[in-house]
């Protein structure tokens, strides 16, 4: 410890009457102060006085003494003060009586504090030590703790305090920065783990969430809790959290209280704004957190409360009552003389400020079991209870902690019968706030109600409980501006409200805003018919001047009632009175001016009374009551008029008018069929079109026939039509009346072209079980007139995918086909377009050849795809003479045929594995040449000897190649010789076709041989077909036997790997 450059100090001491008198709080402790605010160090100046000193006399001091001392506390007869790097054990007089040590390594003691019997010390190293004060010295209590080894990011001590039995230790520490940590640690001594409560985030160790934001922030996220006590500790977070600790005090008879003061980290210019300027949803800036501390359950919030700017700080803690300072800066403005501390009583002890010590400590426990959620215990606590009083506190208890089964109990025990019941009914409602505010509500916590209700958005709640307390402006404005569904009901209530006071002209104000004024004001003020009256003369509204209208008439004033009906635009009244008054004619220009039918209806029924038919019938007409005026005019023979009223008239009078015409002396059958038309009763209207011989009628009815029109009626028109020559309207209509297949042979039988619009009508929907035959009737009869794509698309709707590919085929549409065959992957569907494919020029086409391909191989059709290598491989021999192409197409033939297990594949095996053997020996002989010439000649002239050879290498090419090796070596003569031999063995060759045009000029200019006449005499320039297969001569394909044509040549750029 420093030095003091003045260490003399006087510690003075006073009686506790005299002090407590003062201050007006409990004997049981002292509270010491520096500068004004308690236990608190002011560095420079080494002094220390008791509490509020100076306001007492000086004849109160009772001893005193000097010292340097840091901070002291007061037990029983005993002062302990840090007095350099010991604590010092003084006697009142000032007598030191024992001296606490601390080692070099513990540090010097920075604060300290007494709480029953146990004294706790706080090093500047981080040491906490307890003492125990019971006996005559001081004994250690237990171990010191480091809590730099058990807290993280630990940098100091700022204060430490012990509860009243010693276990444990309540440590608000400074990180390495020296910010305040926001974390309250616990010391368990008995178990000798420390653990926390996060200010920050609102919650336990247990619960917390490290690196989550504080619930107040806006960077918080939504709580995971679902359960009631899982939802009481997210609300209590929201509340508590957001705050770090400024003290905090051990309560000095029950070991598991503990009450903090909680500062918000708001910056320390706005918390007095935040107090005295913010609205009811504002976070105070300071609250006091009172907290139940156990080993099983850790720190739990008990109540939370803010400290208002009244006071300046928490001073101590004592069942039932929180001792608070009040500020210095509030009493200086009040004139009368202000308290210094303040005696605030705790929430579960409201009405039990002077209970006894068993009501107190059932209190305690119940608060305690109950903030654990241990309710079996927390009734055991308060079973033998009898105080109306306790149970009305606990009751209100249950409106914190939302317990609503226990403030069922509680009410129940109160004998509070109005509010059991109201809690009862308010179990209705979805929302647990709403049940709790009405628990509120019956305990008369107004404000809390108030809170509950807009916490849980039940504004209409809100707007009731204005209602039932009379305070209507504040219900007017919440619905207003949160519950405009009742905003109406609010002003009608109001109204009633205002009525029943006798303010009428608050009322008609209310009443108009509700849209009730119209029978309210009237019933209101019947009684006062000269306000009433004037009330109305200044409306606009016309059902107020209807009724008033209503009223004079009533009493007989009918000019000043027609003046109202007039003004209230009522054309039904004016016809009415003037009716009344036998004015017809006044009642007439009314009723043609404004057209009201109503109006008309009540004049044509005056005019049919006095026999004036044509009037009558003029205004039944206006007001569109025709069956009146049809009536009037088949009962005065007004034929004319009565066809012109049928045809703007409904279906019944249509059918009366109908049965008229057919029926009367002069039968008018042509009206009565277009009346029977025109009503819809088109059965009718036919039979009698038929009867009468209407034939252009018929047609007419016919086509807006529909499928729920009888079918005997269908058939009859379409026999008509048919009659007529009229096929295409014949099949139209009997797709109409669902006869699907009557029309396919209708079209069939007499050629009707199948259109696309046509074929659309045939479609039926998919859960139509007649659906694919009828589309394969269609299909059909497109096919038949060679309409191959819509057949193609008709036999794809009905899942004969085989038949739409046929017609297909038949459309020649290439690109069809091939996204046809992709989109069925049917082996059929496959094998079908590949050999279309096959009929195409694909030797200039490699996409077409690639189809085949892969045609071939979807289908698995191993046989086919040889088949066509096989065949390509011809090509390249017969066309381009390209035998290293031919022998990439027969191995690729070869593969696909030794892989397959198909018989037939098995059978034609030999026969390819024979050609690609011969044709790789062919080229195996031609690159002898020239080297090893002679050794070629003679295994040619061996393959020459081969009965079979013609079938993979032709005998023309083999000559070729010893010819133009005989001319390369100028061996004319026996070139001239093998050119003889190719002659007899291949009589019909052509020899320019297999040998090179230079190698025979070559021969004649040396033999002087004329080669086109060699015996026969060849001609040069010989037709190609003499040397090759002809093209026409191919394998045609049998209708049951699918295999591949092969009129095809293979393009000499094509390539077989």
Not at 139 to 155: N, R, V
Not at 329 to 355: I, N, P
């Amino acid at each position: 410890m420093r030095e003091s450059p003045n260490p003399v100090g006087q510690l003075m001491f006073f009686s506790a009457d005299t002090i407590w008198n003062s201050v007006q709080t409990s004997k049981s402790e002292v509270f010491t102060k520096h500068s004004g605010s308690p236990l608190d160090m002011e560095y420079g100046r080494k002094w220390l006085y008791m509490n509020y000193i100076r306001c007492l006399p000086p004849e109160s001091c009772r001893s005193s003494f000097a010292c340097e001392a840091e901070s002291a506390v007061l037990h029983e007869a005993s002062i302990y003060s840090i007095e350099g790097s010991n604590v010092q054990v003084r006697s009142m007089q000032g007598t030191i009586k024992q001296t606490l040590n601390f080692s070099e390594s513990e540090g010097e003691p920075i604060g300290l504090d007494v709480c029953g019997n146990f004294l706790v010390v706080a090093t500047i190293q981080g040491i906490i030590k307890l003492w125990d004060l019971s006996r005559r010295e001081a004994k250690q209590h237990t171990q010191g703790k480091q809590l730099s080894d058990a807290i993280k990011d630990f940098g100091e001590v700022i204060s430490a305090r012990c509860n009243c039995s010693g276990t444990r230790v309540s440590i608000a520490v400074a990180q390495t920065s020296l910010l305040p940590d926001p974390k309250l640690y616990i010391w368990d001594i008995e178990n000798d783990n420390i653990t926390y409560f996060n200010f920050a985030s609102g919650r336990s160790e247990d619960d917390d969430n490290d690196g989550t934001a504080p619930p107040n922030s806006a960077e918080s996220s939504s709580s995971k809790y679902g359960g009631g006590q899982e939802r009481a500790k997210r609300e209590t977070a929201r509340e508590v959290g957001g705050r770090f600790v400024m003290s905090h005090m051990w309560d000095l008879e029950d070991p598991r209280l503990l009450v903090c003061e909680a500062k918000s980290l708001h910056s320390k210019k706005k918390q007095r704004e935040n107090y005295i300027a913010s609205d009811k949803e504002e976070r105070p800036a300071i609250m006091l957190v009172s907290l139940f501390v156990s080993p099983d359950h850790g720190a739990i919030v008990q109540d939370a409360f803010p400290l208002t700017p009244t006071y300046s700080r928490l001073l101590g803690v004592q069942v039932p009552f929180l001792y608070l300072l009040n500020d210095s800066v509030v009493d200086k403005k009040s004139d009368t003389k202000a308290k210094l501390v303040t005696q605030k009583v705790m929430r579960d002890f409201v009405g039990l400020e002077s209970c006894d010590k068993p009501t107190k400590e059932a209190m305690l426990n119940f608060s305690f079991y109950l903030s654990m959620g241990n309710m079996d215990d927390a009734f055991k606590a308060i079973k033998t209870i009898k105080s109306e009083t306790v149970w009305e506190n606990m009751a209100r208890m249950c409106v914190k902690t939302k317990r609503l089964d226990v403030a069922a109990l509680c009410l129940g025990n109160m004998g509070h019968a109005r509010g059991a019941r109201a809690l009862r009914q308010a179990m209705k409602e979805p929302q647990l706030d709403a049940r709790v505010a009405m628990l509120a509500l019956q305990l008369n916590m107004v404000e809390e109600a108030e809170q509950l209700y807009r916490g849980c958005g039940r504004h209409d709640l809100v707007n009731r409980m204005y209602q039932d307390g009379g305070i209507w402006s504040k219900a007017l404005e919440t619905a207003n501006e949160n519950d405009r569904i009742h905003l109406r009901s609010t002003h009608y209530n109001y109204a009633k409200h205002l009525e029943s006071k006798g303010d009428f002209s608050g009322a008609i104000s209310h009443y108009e805003k509700s849209d009730t004024h119209r029978f309210e004001v009237p019933r209101m003020l019947f009684d006062e018919l000269p306000t009433l009256e004037d009330y109305i003369m200044h409306t606009k509204d016309k059902s107020l001047r209807r009724w008033w209208a209503q009223y004079l008439e009533s009493t007989g004033e009918m000019e000043t009632a027609l003046q109202f009906y007039e003004a209230a635009r009522d054309h039904l009244s004016l016809v009415r009175v003037y009716c009344y008054c036998n004015n017809l004619q006044k009642a007439a220009e009314i009723a043609n001016e404004t057209g009201d039918r109503a109006a008309c209806y009540h004049l044509a029924r005056q005019y049919e009374n006095v026999n004036m038919v044509k009037e009558a019938i003029h205004f039944f007409t206006r007001a569109q009551a025709y069956g009146n005026a049809i009536r009037i005019c088949k009962e005065n023979g007004y034929e004319d008029q009565l066809m012109n009223l049928a045809l703007v008239a409904g279906p019944q009078e249509q059918i009366d008018a109908a049965r008229f015409f057919s029926s009367s002396e002069r039968r008018q059958l042509s009206k009565a069929v277009m009346l029977y038309h025109k009503a819809g009763l088109l059965s009718k209207a036919v039979d009698l079109a038929f009867k009468s011989g209407q034939v252009s009628a018929v047609g007419q009815i016919a086509s807006e026939l529909d499928e729920n029109a009888d079918p005997a009626l269908i058939q009859r028109c379409a026999q008509y039509f048919i009659s007529n020559g009229q096929y295409d309207r014949a099949v139209s209509l009997l797709i109409t009346g669902r006869q699907y297949f009557d029309a396919l042979d209708l079209c069939v039988e007499h050629n009707v072209w199948v259109t696309e619009e046509l074929a659309e009508k045939f479609t039926l929907p998919k859960d139509e079980s007649a659906r694919n035959q009828i589309l394969e009737k269609v299909a059909e009869c497109a096919y038949a007139q060679e309409n191959y794509k819509l057949a193609t698309k008709k036999f794809t709707q009905a899942g004969n995918k085989v038949k739409a590919m046929k017609c297909l085929l038949k459309s020649g549409d290439t690109e069809r086909i091939v996204y046809f065959a992709n989109v069925c992957r049917q082996r059929d569907i496959y094998i079908m377009a590949a050999n279309y494919l096959q009929s195409l020029d694909w030797r200039k086409e490699p996409e077409i050849m690639k189809n085949i391909i892969q045609f071939y191989t979807r289908a698995k059709a191993t046989g086919l795809l040889a088949g066509f290598y096989d065949a390509c491989a011809q090509v390249e021999i017969d066309e381009y003479q390209n035998y290293e192409k031919a022998a990439g197409a027969l191995s690729e033939a070869y593969k696909i045929l030794t892989n397959s297990n198909d018989h037939q594949s098995q059978e034609r095996l030999p026969s390819v594995q024979y050609k690609l053997e011969k044709v790789k020996q062919y080229i195996g002989i031609r690159r002898m040449f020239p080297g090893d010439g002679e050794t070629g000649i003679r295994e040619l002239q061996d393959m020459l000897m081969d009965p079979n050879i013609e079938a993979a290498v032709r005998q023309g090419d083999i000559y070729a190649t010893i010819i133009e090796y005989y001319v390369s070596n100028n061996n004319f003569k026996s070139a001239v010789s093998s050119l003889q031999d190719m002659k007899n063995r291949l009589p019909k060759a052509n020899p320019s076709y297999y040998i090179d045009a230079q190698a025979l000029q070559s021969i004649a200019r040396a033999t002087g041989v004329n080669v086109g006449g060699i015996e026969n005499g060849i001609e040069e320039g010989g037709s190609e077909d003499e040397g090759n297969a002809s093209e026409e001569e191919v394998v045609e394909e049998d209708e049951e036997d699918i295999r591949p044509q092969r009129h095809f040549a293979l393009n000499g750029s094509a390539k077989f790997l």
